[in-house]
Each structure stands twice: as C-alpha cells, then as structure tokens.
C-alpha cells in the first residue's frame, strides 16, 4: 500500500520538472539521430540513451526525496516500500520510455528480430532504475552523480563488448541482445544478456536497499 | 450509515473519558449533526481529531487551576552525548519530558540543539547515555522535509500512507490541521510556489498527521508572520492541553514563561 503511493506521488513529482522530462525523454532520440543511416549502431545507441536516460531521472527523483525519506520512516513507513515505490515508478516509466522507441525503430529500420530490439530496450530500462538509484544512494549531490553515470555509460559505449571491462559495466546485456536484433546469430545472446541483466539488477536493488536501511534506520529505544 | 460516532466514541475513551460520558457525548454530537442535516464526518471533520479537541475542550478548566498535574513520561534522557570525531558536540544531557508538557532546547548556534533533536527523534544514534521514548513521535525540521513538486495534498497522502492511514482520511485529516494554524492549502500548488512561512505550516502539519503523542519541533515557526506565529504557541498550549508533550528547539528567549521545562545547550561546541 504504502510502496504504491509512493510509487503514483513520484511519477506525478517526475512528470512535473517536464522540462528535465523533456530534456531527458529526446536524450537518446539524438543518439538514435545521429547513426541513423547504420541500423547497429544507432539502434545500440538509442539502448544506452534510454539506459543513460532513465538512470539520470532515478537518480533525481532520489536524491530529490532526501529530505523527506527520514520523515516517512518516523511515520511507521519501511524501508523497502519507500525504495521499491520509486523503483516501481521509474521503472513503470523507462518501460513507456522503451515502448516508445521501440514503435520508433519499428517503423524507421528493418530489423531481422524486432522483438528482441523492444527486448532489448526494456531491459535497460528496467536495469537503469536500480542503477541510478544506487549512485543516488552513494553519491548525494546530482552533479556527481550525473557526472558518474556520463562516465559509466562513456565506458560501456566505447567498451568491446567482448572484453572483460565492458562485461563489468551495468548495460552489457543491451550490447548483448543488441547483437542478436540487429545481427543475428545464436539465441544464447539473448539468454546471456537476461542473465547478466538479472545479476546486475540483483545487485544494483539490494545494494541500493542496503545503502538506505543504514542511512534511514530509526533507533528503536525502549517506552519510559 | 457512518460509523463516525463510533470512532469518535472509541476515541473518547481512548484519551481518557469514561466510557458512558463518552457514548452520552458520541450520541449528542450525532444529534447535532442530525439537526444541522448533514454527517458529523462534514461538521466536525474527522472524528479522532474532533474528539481530541473536544477532552481538550473539557479539560481546560482543570489545568488552568492546577497546571502541573503531568501526565505518563514520553521522553526521558539521561546523561545523553554526542560526538562528531573528536568533537564533543554536547554531553550528559538529562531532560525527562511527560504528558502536557512543554520542553524548550536553548543555546547559541552550533551548539547543537537540532543533533540533539534528531537523537530524540531516533534519526541520530548517541555515543553515550540512554533515551526512553514513546513509540509515536512527530518530527518537525527546521527546514525541507518536504517534496519540492508535490502538493500540499499530496503530501497529507504520503505521510498518511506511512502511518498506515487511507488517502482520503489523511487528506481530511491534514486539511483540518491546517486550519488549525490558519492555512488552507489551494488545490494544485507545489510546495516551491508556497513561501517559507507557509511550507513551515506544512512541516508541522506533517509531524502531528499521524497523532504523535510526542512532538519534537526544531524552530518550526521560521518564516511565520506574527499571527501565525501567536497561532503556533497558541497550539502549542492545545497539544499541551491535550495530553501531549512537546519539545521545542528555540531561540526566542521570551517564549521560555510559556514551557515547563529549558534546556541550555550552552555555547558553541561547549559542554554542559
């Protein structure tokens, strides 16, 4: 209950600063733009920008709910419900995000396996939330934050995806099943990219989960 | 058909009324309602805060004849302290604050009346001495503590959500307080567009949402115009009233003739 109010409250609070919306909405629709004329890259491009994009709002709206989360905790709310509230609503909103590039590809490029290209763009999305989430929570000014997700996805832009460092970066996986949409080949990309996507999500939330319950923990001291 | 009298009732007998005043009242106030044409939930807004007004209400005369009759300790430390590295920020700090009661924190700036606070509150841990507390506590910062883009009504749901009480009862709820203290929140408004004095009226509505029998509240007048703030301490005289206690970061000495208890934090970084 109280994790679905928060959830609804922080996408009426997002959908508010709609210039940043806006801003970040048409992030990767320039990263698509510029690599048209090559579907792979422009396609893997328009993955991180949604990657890039969601990331940049979660951590936003976190670090926006600093001074109210120790509040809510003193007013009988959990821990998980106020993190997993603004996780259900970021993530609700980078897969509207995913949907609506999705539909964009779809029209302007051919692509061998249309559906693991909206595959592919959801997983970012849902992967993106806990990882802007998690620099919100270790990095509690915006700028530094916004400055550590520009280099995270820089790295994992520029990365051979078969190389080890590109393998520890959060958005692997959307190389990964990128391949496969735009390229072909064996299923078992796909496979490897949910998998990866998976671990990264686990440990992205319940990093971020950890983080939280120490910095909101409310002594519990006995009655008089 | 309501169940409004009901709650009210239950809530009568909860602050203390015996139980057959009680149902005589729940059925008076219902009859009232009856003759005005509409719910008690309309007239008197909701029924625990009605309820609280009205023990308030008939408890007055006593306490103006006999002030000091206290009533269950709500806060109580003993030999409390807190250090930042080698800092010592404040140290054996005993104050035992009870029912109808006004506790006031005092001191320079920097000597750490708000850390204190936050101890109270729980949100900071202590490295030294020990804190009893009751249970439902209602905290008021001295500034944020509120969500920028979110309304005023948006903010009674959440808090309400985080006590565990539905939407719309929260809503009322936060409404009626905010009367209280002269403010009625327009529709649609985020929190930045309201001015500093206003967004403090928020703040305390906001600690007492969720009916905290302690209130721990760090200047929580800054911003207010004089009416608001003869509005707030003459609130703060209702809670006390009402049962609760109350603690008080301040810095307006000439308020202390109206607390039962001063606490002097002393100077910057000093101790007591």
Redesign the interface.
Known sequence: ??AL??AG?SA???S??WTALLLLISLPLWFYLVRRDLTGQSIRMLALGIGWAVSTLTLFVVN??R??D????????SVTSIIGGRLIAMTGAGAMLALGYWALAGFDQDLPHPWAAGLMMLVTAVVAAPFGSLVGALLPRELEGALALLSVCAVQMLADPAGLVAKFMPFWSTREIGTYAVDGGSTDMVWRGLAHAAVVWLFCAGLTLAVFARRLR??????? | MSDWPARFEEELVRLGLQPARARRLSAETAEQAGEHGTDPDRLFGPAHLYARHLVTELRAPALVSERHVSGPVMLRLAGVGKRYRRRTVFSGVDLTVRGGEVAAIVGANGCGKSTLLRVCAGLIRPDAGTVHRTRRVGFVPQDGGTASWLTADEHFTLFGAAAGMVPRKARSTGTHLAARLAWRPAPGQPVQQLSGGTRQKLNLVLGELHGPDLLLLDEPYQGFDQGSYLDFWQQVRAWREAGRAVVVVTHLLHELQNVDHVLDLGAAGGNR
């Open positions: 209950m109280t109010v928060v409250l009426r609070e997002m508010r600063r926006a709910s001074g109210v120790p509040r809510l905790r003193l007013s009988g709310a409310v002594a519990r001291y006995p009655e008089p």
